[in-house]
């Protein structure tokens, strides 16, 4: 079974950078999407970011395009998040998960996902 372990995340001030990470497993890291998501309590899980099985493609939310960038790297089964210029509403628990869906933006698209890393921006 495919599994996600997300890590890097904490407490920051504003205007700080942050890179986060997931490491996947149990699965064919190439046949697969790899999204980030984050959620806040009493808010929908959004969607941040996303990279296609390939990585040629790469989406974002537009509140986070420009200061965060999605990545992957094959060698090491592995999505990174970096975020920069963060802002105190980028608080959230972030999430990173895998799926094969046509629509990267989805989070019914992903049907599998880490425990999920907090990332707190102060002030």
């Known amino acids: 079974q495919v599994k996600l372990v997300e890590s890097g995340g904490g407490l920051v001030q504003v205007g700080d950078s942050l890179r986060l990470s997931c490491a996947f497993s149990?699965?064919?890291?190439?046949?697969?999407?790899m999204g980030w998501f984050r959620q806040t309590p009493g808010k929908e899980r959004e969607f941040v970011a996303a990279i296609s099985y390939t990585g040629k493609t790469q989406q974002y939310d537009p509140p986070v395009l420009g200061r965060f960038t999605v990545s992957r790297d094959d060698t090491k089964n592995s999505t990174y998040l970096q975020l920069n210029d963060l802002r105190a509403e980028d608080t959230a628990l972030y999430y990173c998960?895998?799926?094969?869906?046509?629509?990267?933006?989805?989070?019914?698209?992903?049907?599998?996902w880490g425990q999920g890393t907090q990332v707190t921006v102060s002030s």
């Open positions: 149990g699965g064919v890291f190439n046949d697969y999407h």
């Open positions: 998960a895998a799926g094969t869906s046509f629509n990267l933006r989805l989070a019914s698209g992903y049907p599998y």
